[in-house]
């Protein structure tokens, strides 16, 4: 009788472990989304600390009766810069905005708001990332709606454009509002 080596059998194994993952995924709620601890809870802390040159975070503006933005970018991110665009239109049309820069250099940082506009209401600047850890960010650009007693609402993973932009974060933030 012929003896079939462990070798043999383990990537039949492992192949069958990943389609059952996969099998699985297929049928979550929303298999493009990311569950967040945070969505339903209080806003976690942001650092306090702007940008320099730029408006500094104050705990009364995720708690001011209305909703808010948070985006999590960084000048070095292309899809951050990708999604700038929709950011400054939204803030025209009178979205508060607080963006969070991530793990970034103050100079690039700075340079990148003052050449491409800055769409934000207040500049907190987290360069070791403890903020984005706190908030459960995977990496930038993510956005967060916070409703007007400061509870998180949305996660939203990704640059703000295109269909999923479209299918998944807009109707999320004129629910938000309608409330």
Same mark, same amino acid.
């Given at each position: 009788?012929? !003896?079939?080596?462990?070798?043999? &059998?383990?990537?039949?194994? *492992?192949?069958?472990?990943?389609? =059952?993952?996969?099998?699985?995924?297929?049928?979550?709620?929303?298999? #493009?989304?990311?569950?967040?601890?945070? =969505? +339903? #809870?209080?806003?976690?802390?942001?650092?306090?600390?702007?940008?320099?040159?730029?408006?500094?975070? %104050?705990?009364?503006?995720?708690?001011?009766?209305?909703?808010?933005? &948070?985006?999590?970018?960084? %000048?070095?991110?292309?899809?951050?810069?990708?999604?700038?665009?929709?950011?400054?239109?939204? #803030?025209?049309? +009178?979205?508060?905005?607080?963006?969070?820069? *991530?793990?970034? #250099? =103050? !100079?690039?940082? %700075?340079?990148?708001?003052?050449?491409?506009?800055?769409?934000?209401?207040?500049?907190?600047?987290?360069?070791?990332?403890?903020? %984005?850890?706190?908030?459960?960010?995977?990496?930038?650009?993510?956005?967060?709606? &916070?409703? +007007?007693?400061?509870? =998180?609402?949305?996660?939203?993973?990704?640059?703000?454009? +295109?269909?999923?932009?479209?299918?998944?974060?807009?109707?999320?933030?004129? !629910?938000?509002?309608?409330?």
């Amino acid at each position: 009788m012929a !003896k079939i080596s462990p070798l043999m &059998v383990l990537p039949p194994l *492992i192949f069958g472990a990943f389609a =059952v993952l996969a099998y699985v995924g297929m049928f979550r709620d929303d298999p #493009q989304g990311l569950p967040s601890t945070r =969505v +339903g #809870q209080a806003a976690p802390e942001i650092t306090t600390e702007p940008l320099p040159g730029y408006a500094a975070f %104050s705990p009364d503006m995720l708690s001011n009766g209305e909703v808010t933005l &948070v985006n999590f970018w960084a %000048s070095w991110c292309p899809p951050c810069r990708l999604e700038h665009p929709k950011l400054l239109e939204m #803030q025209s049309e +009178g979205m508060p905005i607080i963006g969070v820069n *991530i793990r970034d #250099q =103050v !100079k690039t940082a %700075s340079q990148y708001l003052a050449d491409d506009g800055n769409p934000f209401v207040a500049v907190p600047f987290d360069p070791a990332g403890r903020t %984005s850890i706190d908030w459960g960010v995977t990496a930038p650009p993510e956005t967060f709606i &916070v409703d +007007g007693d400061g509870t =998180v609402l949305f996660r939203f993973a990704g640059p703000l454009v +295109g269909s999923d932009y479209e299918q998944r974060f807009l109707p999320e933030l004129e !629910k938000a509002l309608a409330d």
